[in-house]
């Protein structure tokens, strides 16, 4: 197991107090914490080399670029995608799916199907709506059970060749349910359907191997696995980003421009109009080299060890109640106590240094399974210590007396 003592000293933040206590962080869900290995690689890019990539022959640029390059090459080999030019860099999850869900509106007829499941983000709902407005498409849900987990054998029967897509998150962000995806992708390929996975939560705590999921498309955002906010990337198998049109239209993305007529970059250019991110991409690279220098495997077992021994106190509390119980999961628990608002132990908590999410964390229709307003949602990261949780449940248990 990694030294948790020295992990933290990566973390500047973590040394800062909040309302005059010593911050602890359950945020990690909405975003992560930064290393400052990560911090520095922006701060060098902007001091030392900061030029326009892939289209200048001075020196700065040229650094600049393979910087840039390099960095698509280290997500590459983090997700075992075959090619680099299959990883497109994007703003985040959110664009990814986007991307995606645009291509698709030259690719879907009237009756064609799509599925998603109940546990999912409201960013990976919207998009499908508007998909199948725009092009008479059906939506249809693979409903959830009581535990947080997808009803498999309902997913099997809406199956049917119809079905042109199926889009499901790896982890959903208010349960912490890891989806069984391996089985969802095979049984999406058995009716000739493309995959879409959304790993916005998933990648804080596992590595995905695109080539063995075998997935059509992985997403995912830096910021929740120590990178900067506003980047991210999309994996799209070569034949499938191949058979989707360009998203924007711009610079970059061109092979060719006349007024007449306008050819298109081959991948992954075709993908990434105007000036990226080039910062937020270096420090993307800079961020998956330093979780791997931890090592996923580790952080998965620390973090199962933080989730149980957060769960066992948090059950021990008069009148909670924790959503999301599946067999599977990451290290995020979505609570409420009886008679009392999220929102108000939020608040009380915050006055102790604790952050927290409450609401309903962009997940509306679980929220509504449950016939709940919203909950209080910690989310534990490798960062993170036991006695974290116990100044956590300590403040809860100030708050829940104060609200009683
Ligand atoms: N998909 C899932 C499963 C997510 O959890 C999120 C963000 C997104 C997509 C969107 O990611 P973005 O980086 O493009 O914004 N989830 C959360 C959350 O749970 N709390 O704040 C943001």
Redesign the pocket.
């Known amino acids: 197991m990694f030294d948790i003592k020295k992990v933290r000293e990566d973390f500047p933040i973590l040394n800062r107090k909040v309302n005059g206590k010593p911050l602890v962080y359950f945020d990690n869900?909405?975003t992560s914490q930064k290393p400052q290995v990560m911090i520095d690689a922006l701060v060098d890019y902007y001091s030392n080399y900061n030029a326009n990539i892939h289209r200048g022959v001075h020196t700065l640029s040229q650094e600049a670029t393979s910087a840039y390059e390099e960095a698509r090459l280290k997500i590459q080999k983090h997700f075992n995608a075959s090619k680099s030019y299959e990883i497109i860099l994007t703003s985040?999850?959110?664009h990814g799916i986007n991307m995606v869900a645009n291509g698709f509106s030259d690719l879907l007829s009237k009756g064609d199907e799509i599925i998603v499941s109940a546990l999912e983000?409201h960013?990976?709902i919207v998009p499908w709506q508007m998909l199948c407005e725009k092009t008479g498409a059906l939506l249809k849900v693979i409903p959830m059970t009581l535990k947080g987990e997808l009803e498999m054998a309902v997913f099997d029967e809406l199956l049917s060749s119809k079905t042109k897509l199926v889009f499901v998150?790896h982890v959903s962000?208010a349960l912490g349910t890891i989806n069984p995806i391996k089985q969802i992708i095979d049984k999406a390929h058995e009716f000739g359907a493309a995959v879409l996975i959304?790993g916005?939560?998933a990648t804080p705590h596992i590595k995905p191997d695109v080539q063995a999921l075998d997935c059509e498309f992985y997403t995912c955002?830096a910021?929740k696995l120590c990178g900067p906010t506003g980047v991210?990337m999309i994996y799209g198998k070569e034949e499938w980003l191949n058979k989707l049109p360009p998203y924007q239209g711009g610079g970059e993305m061109i092979s060719e421009v006349t007024f007449e007529k306008t050819t298109y970059a081959d991948l992954p250019h075709k993908f990434e109009a105007g000036t990226p991110n080039i910062a937020g991409v270096i420090g993307f690279g800079v961020a998956l080299d330093y979780m791997n220098s931890i090592g996923f495997d580790q952080i998965a077992a620390y973090e199962d060890e933080l989730l149980t021994y957060a769960t066992e106190k948090l059950n021990a509390i008069d009148k909670l109640l924790i959503y999301g119980t599946s067999q599977k999961k990451a290290a995020v628990i979505s609570f409420n106590v009886e008679g009392l608002h999220p929102y108000d132990i939020g608040s009380i908590i915050d006055k102790l240094g604790i952050a927290v999410?409450t609401g309903h964390?962009?997940a509306q229709p679980i929220m509504d399974y449950y016939k709940i307003p919203g909950t209080v949602r910690a989310s534990f990261s490798f960062y993170n210590t036991k006695e974290e949780i116990d100044l956590f449940i300590e403040a809860l248990l100030r708050a829940i007396n104060m609200l009683s």
Do not use: F, P
Request: with cysteine; charged share 10%; hydrophobic share 15%.
């Open positions: 869900a909405a985040g999850t959110t983000h960013s990976n998150n962000n959304d916005a939560q955002s910021h991210g999410r964390h962009c």
